[in-house]
């Protein structure tokens, strides 16, 4: 069992940073593949970040892709989401979630999800 919960949300301006953390409990946090995702009202779930079990491997959505960092940091159980250059449409739910494997962009195929930081980007 892995229980993730984020942290770090808030209200930010246009054009300005955010970082968000994700702590998770367990022994197994390294054995783990990290994702961000992301949901705005009336809107679906989307894929923003992922990074591999040791932090060798990340990928962004073209949306994010160039403004936001994803990193862990697998002696303190914790991924983070920087997010830089943020905009309007960055305003939502943002969620982190766990699963075995790298490479998916789906948010069915993962086990673990924590409760959610709200991010709201205003001028």
């Known amino acids: 069992q892995v229980q993730l919960v984020e942290s770090g949300g808030g209200a930010v301006q246009i054009g300005g940073s955010l970082r968000l953390s994700c702590a998770a409990s367990?022994?197994?946090?390294?054995?783990?593949?990290m994702s961000w995702f992301r949901q705005a009202p009336g809107k679906e779930r989307e894929f923003v970040a992922t990074?591999?079990?040791?932090?060798?491997?990340?990928y962004y959505a073209d949306s994010v892709k160039g403004r936001f960092t994803i990193s862990r940091d697998n002696a303190k159980n914790t991924v983070f989401l920087q997010m830089n250059s943020v905009m309007p449409e960055d305003t939502a739910v943002y969620y982190c979630?766990?699963?075995?494997?790298?490479?998916?962009?789906?948010?069915?195929?993962?086990?673990?999800w924590g409760q959610g930081t709200q991010v709201t980007v205003s001028s």
């Open positions: 367990g022994r197994t946090f390294s054995r783990f593949c």
């Open positions: 979630a766990a699963r075995s494997t790298y490479g998916s962009m789906n948010w069915d195929d993962y086990n673990y």
């Open positions: 990074i591999s079990s040791q932090g060798v491997m990340t």
